[in-house]
Structures are given as structure tokens and as C-alpha cells.
């Protein structure tokens, strides 16, 4: 997805397309964000995606996600851009299945003010918006944090960055592994090209073997139909009935009549 909701819903002509490319793509080849969860100089718990919903129900990609200049300051917000939320910046909230998690005081996530603070809209005792879920790491939610960090960032983090991409909103996934929750991928260094080039040298690997086994036994089947066509006119030959009746006169097998 390249354009995604940038059109406003209304598709762009070819000459806007055209423009849209020549400005926007570079800032995401050069200007893209990492965005993970998990606990400070741990492993990457969650790798957000486009799709990855926010504290506030709406997905990343409906979050600020393209700058012409990084902003320097951290950590980095990414502010929601769907008219009348007040989401100040994106903020992963953890499931359990398809529903999120509760807060202490019972409440869902959507009854809490997406507002800094997290206040419950249902009760006056809360006191913000705060999950007694202990993630698969085995460390509580609440010593996680949303991490949004440039390539150079999480390169120094020694964390894989992928290939460069035009794609929008496309936050921490490098590859297919990035879907998998890090307890499971457990991809704390390397890249996915390595691991990309390893796949196609098994599968390159695979379809020789299959080319060579299918050869075997294309030469296999003609040389068994030569040996059928000889044995075949060995029987047709002159005189061959003869030989097979004295042949089991000697042995001892009765002839056919």
C-alpha cells in the first residue's frame, strides 16, 4: 500500500499519482520509523504493523507516520489524524485473543479517555488506565513502552531493519517472522534478507532435487520400454517357440496345450 488513505478517498489522477511518488516515497526510503513494544534492552514483544491498533481503536497507519524532518526529540509521537480523536501519539495496547486487555478497575480501553492519562469514563476511582496482563516475556504490561525509533536507532539497538521500502505505515515489520510476537520469533539479531537467502537456497536446493529425481525416472521408464520391445521380439523371433518348449521339457514344466 503506497497511497493508502492519502487521497482522501478519492483516486488520484496520473499526473497527481506521479507527483505524490516524487514527493513522498523519499521520505520514506530515507525518514521511516521503527515502532515496537516491549521492555527497555529486551526483545521486541509486538512489531506494529500497518494494521496494529492503537490505545485510542484506530490502526497505525491512520497515525502520523511520514516526516520531511525527524523531530529530534524523544520519545517520538506519532498523533492520531482521525478527525475528533485526541490521541496524542500511538500507543500499542496488548490482546488476548481479538479483545484487548482490561484495565484494573475493569474497563476496556475504549472507555478510557485516549487523552494523556488514560481516565476512565465509567468510574471516577481509576486512576488511569493501567493492565495487570503479564505479557509472554514473562514481564508485566506495565514495564512495556511503545518504542518509535529511526533505522539508524535500531540498528545500534542490533535489532533487523529490512529493506527499504515504499510502502506506508509500515512501522517494525522487516518480514514474515515480524508477525509473530518476539518471545516466539525471538529475532533479537541478524536480518531478514540473511534469513530470506538461506529460504531460497533450500528451495532452489529442493527443485533440483525434484528436476533430478524426475529425470531418473523418465531414463528409468525407457530403458525398461527397450527391454520390453526386445524381450517382446525375442518371442516373435523364428524358432523362439521351439526353444521355450524344449527349455521346459528339461526343467520339468508342463507346456501349455
Known amino acids: 500500500m503506497i497511497v493508502g488513505d492519502d487521497d482522501g478517498g478519492k483516486l488520484f489522477t496520473p499526473e497527481q499519482y506521479e507527483e505524490y511518488k ?15 513494544y516491549g521492555v527497555p534492552g529486551g526483545i521486541d514483544c509486538k512489531l506494529i504493523g500497518p494494521e496494529t491498533q492503537c490505545f485510542c481503536t484506530h490502526r497505525y497507519k491512520q497515525h502520523k507516520t511520514d516526516f520531511e524532518v525527524v523531530p529530534s526529540e524523544r520519545p517520538l509521537a506519532l498523533p492520531c489524524q482521525v478527525r475528533g480523536c485526541h490521541c496524542p501519539a500511538y500507543q500499542f495496547i496488548p490482546q488476548i485473543g481479538p479483545n484487548p486487555v482490561r484495565c484494573r478497575c475493569k474497563h476496556l480501553p475504549q472507555e478510557h479517555s485516549e487523552a494523556t492519562g488514560h481516565l476512565c469514563k465509567k468510574c471516577t476511582f481509576c486512576s488511569g488506565f493501567q493492565s495487570s496482563y503479564a505479557c509472554g516475556c514473562g514481564q508485566p504490561s506495565s514495564v512495556h513502552q511503545t518504542l518509535v525509533e529511526t533505522k539508524l536507532e535500531r540498528e545500534a539497538r542490533g535489532r533487523p531493519i529490512g529493506r527499504d521500502v515504499p510502502y506506508a505505515a509500515m512501522g517494525g515489520l522487516t518480514g514474515f517472522s515480524s508477525l509473530l510476537d518476539g518471545y516466539l520469533a525471538l529475532e533479537a539479531g541478524g536480518s531478514d534478507q540473511d534469513r530470506e537467502d538461506g529460504c531460497q537456497q533450500r528451495c532452489s536446493a529442493s527443485r533440483i532435487k525434484e528436476a ?20 517382446k521380439d525375442g518371442m516373435n523371433a523364428p524358432g523362439s517357440r521351439g526353444r521355450v518348449l524344449r527349455r521346459k521339457q528339461v526343467e520339468g514344466i508342463p507346456s501349455e496345450s
Open 212 to 231: 533430478s529425481t524426475k529425470t531418473a525416472l523418465i531414463h528409468c521408464g525407457l530403458e525398461g520400454n527397450e527391454v520390453g520391445l526386445r524381450l
Open 22 to 36: 516524487r514527493k513522498v516515497l523519499p521520505l520514506r526510503l530515507n525518514n521511516r520509523l521503527y515502532v515496537s
